[in-house]
């Protein structure tokens, strides 16, 4: 038996006016989930407890079998590891992006454009962290370099009580009441004011100006945790697994559990991934041995943060022809079991995470069901099997 794990992440979200009080996900074209919708067991999770921020971190921790309370500590550490940075204990890392705030004096006042400064490339911010590291680095303090604008700041023996806001929660605000607060807070609010004076005009967002791209004018700290220690998913579950994604947080999940991650050409974190790429690395995965694959796509969420309603429909229906009929193709003829689901909610109306349960759906090649479904939000809803415990779904999924 085979175990495929699709996360659309972001996909469900609220009716919608312009899509006849439809969902994105009830009106795009999706025979594939529909056919496991009809074929399978679909239900409601409760994928992040109710006193932690609905965060792709303590979501997809969930959907991967680890129960939040007990094991997350924060977001950056997992991306740290994707990215191969050694931590000790006592180590406290953040997530940095490059963000793009607006000319407003003082920096209280600007406002938050855009939290991934158009997705710079990462051979652009590679620059820009050079630079931010000549003007920061200390024996205590290091930045490093991710991927586009997603990167690290590791602060050695660093206290972590901090309040601090992920930028894509605050898009269009004024940033004032949104900077950080929290014991020696003022060390990083120092940093985040300091470096829009030299960002602004660095060489390389001189050049994105010139090309009609926002610039990162600006590093936002937030994220902030301590080294995760997690039971290994091969020792949890008794299988061999591999990470195919194309964000820093999801492949450093993988490698803190002990699975393989996967490299996709093409693979952006989009809307223009590379669907089908994905898809036959998780295929070619499964076929040099590993059990079990969990793919994940980012794009639906990008699309829910910037308001991309058209865009979060064709994620939705690429993922479904592309992702889960490249799969389902590739499978013919073997005994395997899939479940489909997102990370949380990210609404087009309110352009951020949400706790609301999202939907899912498992299919076993092994045990077809007769009968005739759609998958949605409601649908999946009047089922009445609702999973409160997000880290249990794992254990139904593989155990039955």
Known sequence: MKYIVILA???????????G??????????????????????GMVKTVPDNL????????????????LKYYSGRSPFEAASIGIPLELSDVTFRCNF?????????EEKIILDHSADEISTEEADQLIATVNEHF????????????????????????????????????????????????????LTMMKSSY???????????????????????????????PDLTGFAEK?????????????????????????????????????????????????????????YIHIEA???????????????????????????????LEGQDFRIMVLPDHSTPLSVRTHTKDPVPFVIYDSTKPKAGQAVFNEQSASLTGLFVEKGYTLMDRFIYG
Not at 9 to 19: A, F, N, Q, V
Not at 149 to 157: F, S
Not at 198 to 213: A, Q, S
Not at 302 to 311: K, P, Q, V
């Open 300 to 330: 639906p969420d990008e699309c829910g943060h910037r308001a991309e309603l058209e865009n979060k429909v064709l994620s939705i229906e690429k993922i479904d022809k592309e992702v889960i009929g490249t799969i389902l193709k590739g």
């Open 21 to 42: 009080h439809k969902t994105p996900l009830a009106y795009a074209k999706t025979p594939n989930l529909d056919f496991f919708a009809g074929s399978g067991e679909m």
């Open 197 to 227: 004076e030299f960002l602004k005009d660095h060489p390389v967002n001189l050049k994105r100006r010139e090309r009609g791209l926002r610039p990162g004018n600006s590093i936002w700290l937030w994220g902030e945790g301590r080294k």
């Open 137 to 188: 680095k200390t024996e205590q303090m290091e930045f490093f370099t991710g991927f586009s604008y997603r990167h690290i700041l590791v602060w050695h023996n660093a206290p972590s009580d901090y309040k601090l806001t992920p930028p894509h929660d605050i898009l269009t605000r004024k940033i004032g009441d949104y900077l950080p607060k929290g014991k020696d807070s003022g060390i990083l």
């Open 99 to 107: 963000v793009t705030l607006s000319a407003e004096e003082p920096y």
């Open 9 to 19: 992440d972001g996909m469900s979200d609220y009716p919608i006016e312009e899509l």
């Open 237 to 293: 579950y008794g299988l061999k697994g591999s990470v195919v994604s194309a964000v820093d947080l999801i492949k450093g999940l993988g490698v803190c559990a002990g699975m393989r991650t996967v490299e996709v050409e093409g693979a952006t974190g989009n809307v223009h991934t590379n669907y089908i790429g994905k898809a036959k690395a998780a295929l070619q995965e499964l076929a040099s041995g590993q059990d079990f694959v």
């Open 53 to 68: 921020a609905p965060g792709s971190d303590t979501a997809n921790l969930s959907v991967l079998g680890y129960d939040p």
